[in-house]
């Protein structure tokens, strides 16, 4: 069952505007999410994060928002660029039993910013 | 910067052979993991470590096996490689201090079973 959901497998904005990418999740246990991107033939690369004890976190033209009590987060990007068109993918850490911790991740936003 | 490697990065192979994947880092990170991703498809948790001698399975069920013998290298083994066994592996290791949330991921090897 999956526990972090990406319901828009694609998004295409135009260069200069922005783009808000949205993730849901269902496990209230989940404490920290994360943003990652990725490019064809290459692995995820961190973006940018949230702890569930804060609503906002900003660095640069990225923004994350978190809203727990609707169990949601939407990534921010002002102004979009041609070099943001990757695959996004929202993470969410969970700790597992025997004390560690694991990223569940969405299925992933594929965004077009055109010229 | 993160400094983990995947090799190979793509690997084609016939049914029934032995494989390894390698993966190692160089920021000596104790916690490392192994995930399996599908076009269009999230990555799932397959196998990870806590360090030398540990590891654990994931939550998604697989035929392969983890080694950890040194902190820096944690291969994925198939004993049998199989047409089902098609995908992206991807190797990741858990950031310390200022990054401990964070993973760091490898470049990925893209595996084609005929």
């Known amino acids: 069952d999956q526990q972090v959901k990406q319901n828009s497998p694609s998004l295409s904005v135009q260069e200069g505007r922005i783009s808000i990418l949205n993730c849901d999740y269902t496990?209230?246990?989940?404490?920290?999410f994360l943003w990652y991107k990725k490019y064809p033939a290459e692995g995820p690369t961190f973006l940018i994060s949230?702890?569930?004890?804060?609503d906002k976190n900003e660095d640069g033209r990225f923004t994350v928002f978190l809203n727990k009590s609707a169990k949601h987060l939407s990534l921010h990007i002002v102004p979009s660029q041609p070099g943001d068109s990757a695959v996004y993918f929202c993470?969410?850490?969970?700790?597992?039993?025997?004390?560690?911790?694991?990223?569940?991740f969405g299925k992933g936003t594929s965004l077009l910013v055109t010229p | 910067e993160a400094d983990i490697y995947q090799t190979p990065r793509y690997l084609v192979i016939g049914t029934g052979k032995k494989i390894t994947l390698e993966c190692s880092q160089t920021?000596?990170?104790?916690?490392m993991y192994w995930y399996q991703q599908d076009p269009g498809m999230e990555l799932h948790l397959i196998h990870y470590?806590?360090?030398?001698?540990?590891?654990e399975k994931g939550d998604l069920s697989s035929e392969s096996t983890v080694s950890r013998i040194r902190t820096e290298h944690f291969p994925l083994t198939l004993e049998s490689a199989r047409p089902s066994h098609t995908s992206q592996y991807l190797c990741?290791?858990?950031?310390?201090?200022?990054?401990?949330?964070?993973?760091?991921f490898g470049p990925g090897t893209r595996l084609t079973v005929l």
């Open positions: 496990n209230s246990m989940f404490d920290y």
């Open positions: 920021m000596g990170h104790d916690k």
């Open positions: 470590s806590y360090g030398v001698n540990s590891t």
């Open positions: 993470a969410a850490s969970e700790v597992l039993t025997n004390s560690g911790y694991a990223l569940n």
């Open positions: 990741a290791s858990r950031g310390t201090g200022r990054t401990y949330n964070e993973q760091f």
């Open positions: 949230i702890s569930s004890i804060k």
